[in-house]
């Protein structure tokens, strides 16, 4: 048993496309009504969360009654690391949860443990940076790309998660990898201090920490890894087996969640500037930042009808399995499952 524990401990940290369907936007999308969600069976999910930006569709979803319009009632129920969140969900004490994808979490599904990737949280679309790459101010004059970065002290929030993956894609594209850098962990918030007093050279934060860190005078941006890896895969839904098997309540689980995306990429990619204010009220509210912070964030993107970039996990699984973190490359066609985003878009139409 101490065993399996110290397995689940690793598995996780936090903390990143419809044919003949009517099109739809947040705002236009179907709900349920008060009284067709009276007739639902009532469903309470537990959903594991750390509380970063890229819960931004979970956030809207709950504040805007998408989720009770289901006859879902979301109790979010906090983990200081995604990572110890996947006993339960292993075990069926949570129905569903978000997070990175990790070695870890490959090898637990290896072993047997079941879970569903089922839908994105957090991507690296186009213009949807929100992983920086940040040196110090005093190197910014020696250190201004990948190729300058050979021996230098770089701050990750944890090894062998896909952000690991995409900092030793930047190396490469100046002749270095992983192994030429000294690769040290962070907490996001502690990369602040830490690049001003010069115990870490380069951070790859994500946002909000990449932009008080600029905000700071610190540190100089190098890049945003949207232009690195393109469409990476960094945050993903999670549904345990249990909650997979009832079909029907985990298809309005994400319907709701879908209808929180929508009208986050109604703010943020349409910039319908009603919707702006009212979705950076409700994610002020939810992460408490301030919302003139929001404002000025690179926003993780959210794929409206909630599809997993099964390319780039793959590509991420190589890497763990060539470092030899990963003992095995998995499936992806067993692991991701877009029946419930598919079953969610069918019911509320492709969004344009």
């Known amino acids: 048993m101490p065993r399996l524990a110290a397995a689940f401990a690793i598995l996780l940290v936090a903390g990143a496309c419809g044919g003949g369907a009517p099109t739809a936007t947040a705002s236009s ?74 070695a870890g979490l490959y090898n637990a599904i290896d072993r047997g443990i079941q879970m569903r ?57 100046g002749g270095l990898t992983i192994k030429d850098v000294e690769v040290v962990t962070l907490a996001f918030p502690d990369m602040l201090p830490a690049i001003a007093n010069g115990s870490i050279d380069v951070a790859a934060p994500t946002e909000p920490t990449a932009t008080r860190i600029l905000d700071a005078g610190t540190a100089m941006l190098i890049t945003r890894t949207d232009v690195v890896v393109p469409g990476e895969q960094t945050a993903v839904i999670l549904f345990s087996e249990k909650f ?15 209808q929180g995306v929508r009208l986050y990429n109604d703010a943020f990619d349409k910039k319908d500037p009603a919707k702006r204010a009212e979705v950076v009220q409700i994610l002020a509210t939810a992460t408490k ?18 599809k997993v970039n099964a390319d780039s996990l793959n590509a991420s699984q190589q890497y763990f399995v060539a470092k030899g973190s990963q003992q095995k490359a998995v499936d992806m066609a067993k692991v991701v499952d877009l029946s419930f985003v598919d079953a969610a878009v069918k019911q509320l139409g492709a969004y344009r």
């Open 29 to 102: 999308a179907p709900a349920a009504s008060a009284t067709a969600a009276a007739t639902l069976k009532p469903v309470t999910v537990r959903f594991g969360q750390v509380g970063g930006i890229s819960d931004g569709g979970i956030y809207l979803a709950d504040a805007k009654g998408f989720f009770k319009a289901q006859g879902i009632t979301l109790e979010s129920v906090a983990f200081q690391s995604a990572a110890n969140m996947i006993a339960p969900l292993g075990t069926g004490e949570l129905q569903a949860g978000g997070g990175a994808p990790s």
């Open 117 to 173: 990737i089922v839908a994105d949280k957090g991507s690296l679309l186009p213009g949807h940076g929100y992983e920086a790459i940040v040196v110090r101010k005093a190197l910014a004059e020696k250190v201004k790309s990948a190729k300058d970065m050979k021996g230098l002290k770089i701050a990750i929030a944890a090894r062998d998660i896909v952000p690991e993956y995409s900092l030793d894609q930047y190396l490469r594209t």
């Open 289 to 306: 930042l301030d919302a003139a912070l929001i404002e000025r964030l690179v926003m993780p993107g959210l794929h409206p009808d909630g």
């Open 244 to 258: 997979a098997q009832d079909k029907d309540a985990a298809t309005r689980f994400m319907t709701g969640y879908l």
